[in-house]
């Protein structure tokens, strides 16, 4: 089964990786071209905090074209570069091949559905924790637990198999949908108040101003999924956002990360979804209307 990943940075890269050291034909496609160079050259290295560190030889290509249609396709660029990147690297998928998106964000499995058939995509969730450190070089900052799944469930359950025997644990569920909103109902309210405030994600939770502001986007959220009919698998989401804050006390957000290097960032496809999907089902989201209006303002300013 030849496998592509199209995106290598901390998450794709840190699957790939997994999933080469597991004997998996995986090719690493990527357009930072001192990234691929590394990799090609050295290999990617993985640091591990709790375990050795995993130097992979795996192939890399900014050169999607070279590759050819595979097998799997798993989409892992961000999410503002999706419907880019699945036109730019038509070559590497076919009739024949399934598309996986684990990415973050709520318009990932849409825009996907623009170039693939339904019964040959797959999505879900990660909670898997990577950083990029430097060109080939990531950082596993946790291990976590993936949730997949699609119409054809017996393709997610080959998938799944594979990323297990890769040590990536990874549960195959009837509809990715809910579980997808699970993890964004989190990223709905760190993600853009961090970004906004400069703080670290245990701040956001236990000062009362940044905290308010980030409970009433998840409220928003939550109110919009119901109206959609998504199933909302969380006892509570906005309780479930501090204890995550609480989590990773000392994180910086990667929405706090782009704006402080001047990066794009994904507000649209995750504030920004909120507003549009609140629009379609008639529920009004001032402040993710607002939070997405000012991350974007940042955004133009610089």
């Known amino acids: 089964m030849r496998v592509g990943i199209l995106g290598a940075g901390a998450l794709g890269g840190l699957f790939g990786g997994y999933l080469a050291a597991d004997g998996a034909d995986v090719t690493l496609v990527d357009v930072w071209e001192d990234h691929v160079a590394a990799i090609n050259a050295e290999g990617l290295l993985i640091e591990r905090p709790d375990r050795d560190d995993l130097?992979?030889?795996?192939?890399?290509?900014?050169?999607?074209?070279?590759?050819?249609?595979?097998?799997?396709?798993?989409?892992?660029?961000?999410?503002?570069?999706?419907?880019?990147?699945?036109?730019?690297?038509?070559?590497?998928?076919?009739?024949?091949?399934?598309?996986?998106?684990?990415?973050?964000?709520?318009?990932?499995?849409?825009?996907?559905?623009?170039?693939?058939?339904?019964?040959?995509?797959?999505?879900?969730?990660?909670?898997?924790?990577?950083?990029?450190?430097g060109p080939g070089h990531l950082l596993h900052t946790g291990w976590g637990e993936t949730k997949l799944g699609g119409v054809d469930r017996s393709a997610a359950e080959r998938i799944a198999r594979m990323l297990n025997a890769a040590d990536l644990r990874?549960?195959?569920?009837?509809?990715?949908?809910?579980?997808?909103?699970?993890?964004?109902?989190?990223?709905?309210?760190?993600?853009?108040?961090?970004?906004?405030?400069?703080?670290?994600?245990?701040p956001l939770s236990e000062l009362e101003e940044p905290a308010h502001v980030m409970e009433t986007l998840v409220t928003e959220a939550a109110a919009v999924a119901r109206a959609k009919g998504i199933e909302i698998l969380l006892d509570d989401p906005v309780a479930e956002t501090h204890r995550t804050c609480r989590i990773n006390y000392d994180t910086t957000s990667s929405m706090l990360e782009d704006v402080t290097l001047g990066r794009r960032t994904e507000i649209d496809h995750i504030n920004g979804a909120i507003v549009e999907y609140g629009e379609e089902v008639g529920v009004d989201t001032p402040y993710n209307r607002m939070a997405t209006a000012l991350v974007k303002g940042k955004e133009h300013s610089y």
């Open 55 to 133: 130097r992979v030889t795996v192939p890399a290509t900014t050169d999607p074209d070279s590759v050819g249609p595979v097998d799997v396709l798993f989409v892992f660029v961000k999410s503002h570069h999706t419907r880019e990147a699945l036109r730019d690297a038509a070559t590497l998928h076919d009739e024949g091949t399934l598309v996986v998106t684990l990415q973050n964000g709520l318009t990932n499995m849409d825009t996907i559905r623009e170039f693939v058939a339904e019964e040959r995509l797959l999505g879900g969730a990660t909670t898997m924790g990577s950083s990029t450190e």
């Open 170 to 202: 990874t549960t195959v569920v009837d509809d990715p949908e809910p579980h997808i909103w699970s993890k964004q109902f989190v990223s709905v309210g760190i993600k853009p108040v961090a970004a906004l405030t400069g703080l670290l994600d245990g």
